[in-house]
């Protein structure tokens, strides 16, 4: 016991040896960059460190002479793999810094003054990763100014720096890279600015690229002369929401976070919903589904039409609609088109000019409420029309759409019935009618669209037909 209090007595020098041996080490970057710097100044400098994420820290280096002051800051991860580069590009802005300082000094043959400052922006991705953004900006003498970005995505787990080739696959084009990341530049000065055949350039290789991922998006980042911009860093950030289609399996769980997933299912209905362009020697057929939406029906005729990618359109009442909102909304949710039909199948020539006006109009509204969608189509019912139905449809902004192959689905109520008259008459262009309140149009439609598959025919909403037969006004119209 006694040994041991003794041999702890060491001399002081051992002492100071061993504080400087330590130092060294723990700050041995810093003081090999100090070290790096020859001036002819005295510099004072000042070393701070600051824990800010977990693995992560933050050095600050301050230093001061006559004519300069320079404010460093850089992380830190004690992972050799991760700090080397950091250091290497920071040493390389201090050295730039120095070279240019010195090099006006020697032109103008007077003292100047000058400042180098480099920042740091850490972006926490999830516990083991980070996005790390620095920037150098030095102004010598007040007049040359410039600043120069880069960035660092790191991975504490993996003990790396994560390049964007780890998270691409290889299918990410430069072409379409170039479309979507120019689409994201939202400043219109800018996008003048850019030397597109750079810029392109520039592109085509993912390995020259500043990136970081924040928040949800992907930002890349664009030295001016990377992409001949005049003197600023152009960012733009890309949502992952464009970009999901090319992360590969081993980030996707990583980026593609719940609240982004949902996020790409909306979009994805959305596009669904847009109509397709038609080329006019096209095989198309619009199946349509009048009178629902019906609680057993409806869901039944979702299910099939799903099975063969099949979009139709659903000429709903609004009183329906009222009735059963979440089938009607379901029926939007699918991609299929959610068109008008009336409040309550009135017969539109045996009623009052006021009657027809809520006919047709109300139902926009009980049918807007219950699916979020704005019906564009509307089928009068019985096929009963006049002037009134057309000058309201005209205002409302819907055409009005009859049919030209008839079923008679509500009359035979037999499915080999429904089957054998849509396989005689349906050619391109037919818009087929049909009821979602028959439970034997239910039992007819796997038949039928598996023939009409199997004959090549293209399953279309009337509203995407529309282009390819629709004439100046509302209509009617009849299909081929
Ligand atoms: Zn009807």
Do not use: C
């Not at 100090?34 to 460190?49: C, D, F, L, P």
């Not at 790191?154 to 720096?161: M, Q, S, V, W």
């Not at 049918?367 to 057309?390: C, D, H």
């Not at 009337?462 to 282009?467: A, D, G, H, I, N």
């Amino acid at each position: 016991m006694i040994k041991g209090v003794k041999s702890i007595k060491w001399p002081i020098w051992v002492v100071i040896f061993l504080m400087f041996f330590i130092l060294t080490f723990t700050i041995g970057k810093s003081i090999q960059a100090i070290q790096n710097i020859t001036y002819k100044e005295a510099i004072s400098v000042k070393i701070n460190s600051e824990q800010i994420e977990t693995g992560i820290k933050l050095q600050t280096e301050t230093k001061e002479a006559d004519s300069f002051t320079s404010f460093v800051t850089y992380p830190y991860t004690r992972i050799e793999e991760i700090d080397l580069p950091i250091r290497e590009w920071v040493l390389e802005q201090e050295k730039m810094f120095y070279d240019e300082m010195e090099q006006t000094e020697t032109t103008l043959e007077e003292n100047i003054e000058a400042h180098l400052n480099v920042q740091t922006e850490i972006f926490k991705v999830n516990d083991d990763i980070f996005s790390i953004v620095m920037t150098a900006e030095q102004l010598v003498d007040n007049v040359n100014e410039f600043t120069l970005l880069k960035t660092f995505t790191i991975d504490l787990d993996k003990n790396k720096i994560v390049e964007l080739v780890d998270i691409f696959t290889k299918e990410m084009k430069g072409n379409e890279f170039y479309l979507l990341t120019k689409d994201n530049i939202k400043d219109e000065k800018i996008t003048n600015e850019i030397d597109e055949d750079k810029f392109k350039e520039h592109l085509q290789s993912l390995h020259n690229l500043e990136w970081a991922i924040h928040k949800n998006n992907i930002n890349f980042y664009f030295n001016p002369s990377e992409i001949g911009t005049h003197n600023s860093i152009v960012e733009v950030e890309v949502p992952i929401t464009q970009i999901y289609k090319y992360i590969n399996d081993n980030y996707e769980s990583i980026l593609i976070t719940e609240e982004i997933e949902e996020e790409i299912e909306q979009i994805e209905r959305e596009q669904a919903l847009e109509p397709r362009d038609l080329q006019t020697n096209g095989k198309y057929i619009a199946l349509t589904f009048d009178d629902g939406p019906h609680e057993e029906v409806t869901p039944r005729i979702l299910e099939t039409l799903k099975e063969y990618d099949a979009k139709a359109t659903f000429y709903m009442l609004g009183k329906k609609a009222e009735t059963y909102p979440e089938i009607a909304k379901q029926v939007a949710d699918e991609g299929h088109e959610v068109a008008n039909h009336s409040v309550t199948h009135a017969n539109l020539n045996a009623v009052s000019g006021e009657r027809i006006r809520t006919e047709v109009l109300d139902s926009l509204t009980q049918i807007e409420k219950a699916t979020g969608v704005t019906p564009t189509t509307f089928r009068p019912p019985y096929g009963e029309f006049n002037q009134t139905v057309i000058d309201h449809a005209e205002d409302s902004n819907q055409s009005i759409i009859m049919w030209s192959v008839d079923t008679l689905d509500w009359k035979s109520r037999n499915a080999d019935s429904i089957y054998e008259v849509t396989k005689n008459q349906s050619r391109s262009g037919s818009i087929v009618l049909m009821h979602d309140i028959h439970p034997t149009t239910a039992d007819a439609l796997p038949q039928v669209l598996k023939y009409l598959s199997d004959e090549g025919f293209e399953f279309v909403t009337v509203q995407e037909l529309l282009p390819l037969i629709e004439g100046e006004d509302v209509g009617p119209y009849y299909g081929n």
